[in-house]
């Protein structure tokens, strides 16, 4: 319950900027984003990519609120033939149902991860929020947010993949389009990249977060080895679940930025003094705005998961069943 309180805290320390609701815009040939958002007092949204393939489109990550999926349907008009998502968390995932129930066929790939989560940590969190929602005393501010994961999770069996990506590296072609696909598990326990071999283009899920890392559910040293394995794909630009794309450089200080996050938390130096060698770091790649609150989250990770304690650290460290 602690720590579902923590995280609604930690969404609204997220409010990271106003309402944006621009359309999907095109970052290459054949491939657009929609950019996910933080409003004020909401849970986020992933990013989104849509692939235009030669027999409809392939969207990476479906996002969690009504409006965003529905603004992947209109772009893509009655075409989406497959999804992709990349983890099984809500902003990721959570339009799944809304897009089966739009566009008959549609085809899901994901980790099976998807389904132990659904079973494991997500049906754990849901008995939690219905508590609260339930509890006279919780915000009504704060039950609007959870009423909206909890009518994503009650459809849960529209939430899961009709295929699993289980090999680490695979290759597939839905719509058309050639996809290379990685599964690592430093973020989720099951964290899928897609590279688009015709235009460069990496999609990687949270393997790649601004202006924080989100560890909540991560192992910090596996992500850190996914990182690593990210850099030797051949692409011109990365898409990451949350923050601007970037270009190869931008992945290599990313990796060296949070390499050094992870030695500084390992030591003892205070968390300012790291929050200030992350940004430093990463000089250019976050955004002015999203500055200030650094600090704030990189405090909220130290504490809840950089300095904890060994078993509430490694939690996520087992590799899965
Ligand atoms: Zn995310």
């Known amino acids: 319950m602690r720590h579902l309180l923590r995280s609604l805290l930690?969404?609204?320390?997220?409010?990271?900027?106003?309402?944006?609701?621009?359309a999907p815009e095109a970052i290459a040939d054949g491939v657009?984003?929609?950019?996910?958002?933080?409003?004020?007092?909401?849970q986020p949204d992933g990013n989104s990519v849509l692939l235009r393939g030669s027999e409809g489109w392939v969207l990476i990550d479906s996002g969690r609120h009504r409006a965003h999926t529905q603004q992947l349907l209109d772009f893509t008009a009655?075409?989406?033939?497959?999804?992709?998502n990349t983890h099984w968390h809500l902003d990721h995932l959570g339009g799944n149902a809304?897009?089966?129930?739009?566009?008959?066929?549609?085809?899901?790939y994901a980790s099976a991860e998807v389904e132990r989560a659904l079973a494991g940590w997500l049906a754990q969190t849901r008995r939690q929020m219905q508590a609260l929602v339930d509890d006279g005393k919780t915000p009504e501010a704060a039950r609007a947010q959870m009423r909206i994961d909890l009518d994503l999770l009650a459809q849960g069996?529209?939430?899961?993949?009709?295929r699993r990506i289980e090999a680490p590296l695979s290759a597939l072609a839905p719509a058309g389009r050639a996809l290379r696909l990685g599964l690592e598990s430093g973020v989720s326990g099951g964290d899928v990249w897609v590279l688009d071999e015709a235009s460069g283009t990496l999609i990687a899920g949270d393997l790649l977060t601004l202006p924080v890392p989100f560890l909540d559910t991560a192992c910090a040293e596996a992500w850190s080895a996914a990182l690593r394995r990210l850099e030797v794909q051949p692409f011109e630009r990365l898409v990451p679940g949350h923050g601007p794309v970037l270009d190869r450089a931008g992945l290599r200080r990313y990796r060296r930025a949070f390499d050094g996050l992870l030695a500084c938390a390992a030591g003892d130096r205070p968390v300012a003094d790291c929050a200030a060698a992350w940004l430093s770091d990463l000089d250019g790649l976050i955004a002015e705005a999203d500055k200030p609150r650094t600090l704030g989250l990189l405090s909220y990770y130290f504490k809840a998961h950089l300095r904890a304690a060994p078993e509430q650290r490694l939690r996520f460290c087992a590799a899965p069943p």
């Open 10 to 22: 930690l969404s609204l320390l997220l409010c990271l900027s106003p309402p944006l609701r621009a």
């Open 32 to 42: 657009y984003l929609l950019r996910g958002h933080f409003e004020p007092g909401r």
């Open 78 to 84: 009655g075409d989406l033939k497959a999804v992709v």
């Open 98 to 108: 809304w897009l089966r129930e739009r566009q008959p066929g549609l085809l899901v």
């Open 157 to 162: 069996a529209a939430l899961l993949p009709d």
